[in-house]
């Protein structure tokens, strides 16, 4: 039967390789699910009308069996009054439907075979979809998780040769680079500025010096010529 082959097909299929090829494990995941369920419903009508056969072939075969019964007791009637013409329409009579009635039977038995092997398959897929969707959010979860990771290294540029990481390295050793020179500069022209502090101050002490000299070279000699 056709609801059995798609249920044979659902049964045995990969989802974990269904998920890793989808690009949407999330999306697939549902479409797995819904796909089953579909099945599931279908499987229960399938299991229902099948049922509905078992239990009216049971009616048949028990209704040819007591018109067979009657028939039976028609013919010995039949018989008792010295009619053997009515006795003997009533025994065949008596026999197809006796007939008729194992035929029932034998169909009957194949229908509840077939009925047991679609309530063992619908359990079996009901199980399924209780597992799915035991096993969806964990799923889901997982790839969420997965893709926030992929995006952290593709933001990171972990992910790149040359990466945004080192890019940012070789930034930060220039910027310390262009500080060390920036503060050597520095260094520089402040002792430049003591430098010449000192040598100003030597020079204005040279002076001072000669000044007084000169001072007391030429109030000496005032002093003398008078």
């Known amino acids: 039967m056709s609801i059995l082959d798609r249920l044979s097909r659902l049964l045995r299929a990969n989802v974990n390789d269904l998920i890793s090829k989808a690009e949407d494990p999330s999306k697939i995941i549902e479409q797995t699910l819904r796909d089953m369920r579909d099945a599931y419903n279908q499987a229960r ?6 049922m509905a056969q078992q239990a009216k072939l049971e009616r048949e075969a028990t209704t040819n069996r007591k018109l067979s019964e009657e028939y039976g007791m028609k013919a010995e009637e039949a018989m008792r009054g010295g009619n053997e013409d009515l006795a003997r329409e009533a025994l065949r009579r008596k026999q197809n439907h006796a007939d008729v009635a194992a035929g029932f039977d034998d169909q009957l038995k194949l229908s ?25 959010q964990l799923l889901v979860a997982r790839h969420q ?29 220039k910027v310390t680079a262009q ?16 430098d010449a ?3 100003n101050m030597g ?4 002076l001072d010096d000669e000044f007084e000299a000169l001072k007391r070279k030429v109030q000496g000699g005032a002093e003398g010529g008078q």
């Open 45 to 50: 009508v399938e299991v229902a009308g099948s």
């Open 112 to 136: 509840t075979s077939q009925v047991d092997q679609l309530k063992t398959q619908l359990r079996a897929l009901e199980a399924k979809i209780d597992e799915m969707e035991s096993k969806q």
């Open 145 to 173: 998780t997965a893709k926030a990771s992929e995006t952290l290294e593709k933001v990171s540029g972990f992910d790149k040769s040359g990466s945004a990481m080192s890019a940012f390295e070789d930034m930060e050793r």
């Open 179 to 194: 500080e060390d020179k920036a503060n050597a500069m520095h260094q520089l022209r402040e002792e430049g500025d003591i």
């Open 197 to 199: 502090q000192l040598a």
């Open 203 to 206: 020079r204005g002490k040279a």
